[in-house]
């Protein structure tokens, strides 16, 4: 089994900064793509910034230039640096990461998720 566990979400002022992360623990032989997800209330879930094994990104167009995704291999971590941030990134953000698991084949595990307020 595979378990994720994300922190550093909170409530911030708009144009303030939070940095997210999401470690993995577990019977991992590797990690493949680490993404981050985010859900407002009243809407879909939506890809935020995604990290690959090469360290290839991508982000939403709402997040460009504001978000920075990376990755510490030695550390099965994933993090998301949150910059100026505004109250329409209000949400809970969650980490999904697909590995091959020991035993198990290839998987995607999902974080418990962050709640990120962005508000005066």
């Known amino acids: 089994q595979v378990q994720l566990v994300e922190s550093g979400g909170g409530l911030v002022q708009p144009g303030g900064s939070l940095r997210l992360s999401c470690a993995a623990s577990?019977?991992?032989?590797?990690?493949?793509?680490m993404d981050w997800y985010r859900q407002a209330p009243g809407k879909q879930r939506e890809l935020v910034a995604g990290?690959?094994?090469?360290?290839?990104?991508n982000y939403a167009d709402s997040v460009k230039g504001r978000f920075t995704v990376s990755r510490d291999n030695a550390k099965n971590t994933v993090y998301l640096q949150m910059n100026d941030l505004k109250p329409e990134d209000t949400a809970v953000y969650y980490c999904?990461?697909?590995?091959?698991?020991?035993?198990?084949?290839?998987?995607?595990?999902w974080g418990q998720g962050t709640q990120v307020t962005v508000s005066s």
């Open positions: 999904n990461i697909r590995l091959w698991e020991v035993g198990n084949g290839y998987r995607a595990y």
């Open positions: 577990g019977r991992i032989f590797s990690i493949d793509n």
């Open positions: 990290i690959s094994s090469g360290g290839t990104t």
